[in-house]
């Protein structure tokens, strides 16, 4: 079955660095799409990040556009997540996303309701 596995999530201050991981498995992982979303407390599910089945294409949420990078090695069956310039408004659980059918579209791709394999989750913390 598909299995979707976070990590990486830490305590770091402003202005700091993280990068998470999601190993992937069970399914074909070249073939899809997938994102990053989180949930920071007291509010919903954030799409954050998506890539193209080969990473050829990325795409960012206006809030990240900048700090972070998204990346996978198919080789592997994993997606990264690089975090730089780390902000207090980024603490939130982060998780991996994965769809049950290749994503036709950037909007679709763009969206949390296009995924339905999800990570545990990772928690990273920005706080001085």
């Known amino acids: 079955q598909v299995q979707l596995v976070d990590s990486g999530g830490d305590l770091a201050q402003p202005g700091g660095s993280l990068r998470l991981s999601c190993a992937a498995s069970?399914?074909?992982?070249?073939?899809?799409?997938m994102s990053w979303a989180r949930q920071a407390p007291g509010k919903g599910l954030e799409w954050v990040s998506g890539i193209t089945s080969d990473g050829s294409n990325t795409y960012y949420a206006d809030s990240v556009k900048g700090r972070f990078t998204i990346s996978r090695d198919n080789a592997k069956n994993t997606v990264y997540l690089q975090m730089n310039s780390l902000k207090p408004e980024d603490t939130a659980v982060y998780y991996c996303a994965a769809p049950s059918v290749p994503l036709a579209t950037v909007q679709a791709m763009c969206v949390i309701q296009g995924y339905d394999y999800w990570g545990q989750g990772t928690q990273v913390t920005v706080s001085s």
């Open positions: 069970g399914f074909a992982f070249s073939l899809y799409a």
